[in-house]
């Protein structure tokens, strides 16, 4: 019978609509962690198979955030070199694992911040979609450097607004819009900056939805869409279709109507194309396969 406060753990996770991809995983490694500590087991064995069957279930519950997928994988992966140690000392390992884990994640969201505001420079208007983790610590990052902005509100659940009120707070000059005014204000741009969920094999991104309309309208104005993420949230080739979450239609407010379906779908596909930089811990990069091989950009 599984744990109540790792069920509840998992719903929360599930449910989640405020934090990025990058913060959940390190959430879920937190609670592999607490998993590896206080999960129930009798013998090493026991626990190797309990902490297998939570990272499984972590990974299944966001399958469109790729970093949840590499990081707890690659946690999983490291169970294997601990099989034999004695039950105490498992414990005490595979936590000090899943740690390890988030102090990557968060070093790769620090350099990639860095990267991204060198890049990016002073004196900028930059257009940005939904509430990136990533994307407000480049704000930050700029908010001395005369950095404006123009955020979209982001339905339905609008987590535009926190964005504007951090940047409020920060004293940053910003314009909060309606998802469908971006064909209007994008040309008011710099440039337009984007997290990412997920970055797929051919340089294509998983973003919420709206991303793809936000890249349409930069690439019709001439206004450059520079996608900021860790390598984390590359999407590895062959691990099975990408599922894209559809959450609760009521979250819309939208009418019960006979013959009517609302849909909800959370994120969407931008194609590489349309994506004239991404931006990692490596540096800038032109778009295209991400490989090991892929072109850095000097800064500008």
Known sequence: MEDPAFETALNELQTDRVRGASELARRCLGLLAW??????????????????????????????????QNLLTAWRSSLTRLDGLSLPVLRSAAADQARDGIRQSKQAM??????AAEFIGSGKTVITHSLSSTVLA????????????????????????NLARQLSDWDISTQLITDAQLGLFVAKADLALLGADSLLPDGSLVNKSGSYL????????????YVCCESFKRRKAGIGQ??????????????????????????????????????DEAGVHATGILSEGTQRIASQ
């Open 138 to 161: 480049v704000f930050k990052r700029l908010k001395d450097r005369n950095i404006r902005a123009i955020a979209t509100e982001s339905r339905p659940l609008n987590e535009g607004d």
């Open 35 to 68: 998993s590896a500590q206080v999960a129930p087991a009798s013998e090493s064995s026991e626990l190797l198979g309990v902490l297998a069957c939570r990272c499984d279930r972590l990974i299944a519950a966001r399958p469109s955030m790729a970093p949840i």
């Open 242 to 279: 990408l599922e894209l979450e559809e959450m609760e239609a009521r979250e819309l407010g939208a009418p019960s109507l006979p013959g009517v379906r609302v849909r909800n779908i959370y994120f969407d596909i931008t194609p590489a194309r349309l994506i004239d930089r991404w931006i």
């Open 110 to 115: 620090v350099t990639t911040v860095e990267n």
């Open 214 to 225: 936000l890249a349409l309208a930069a690439h019709d104005c001439g206004v450059p869409l």
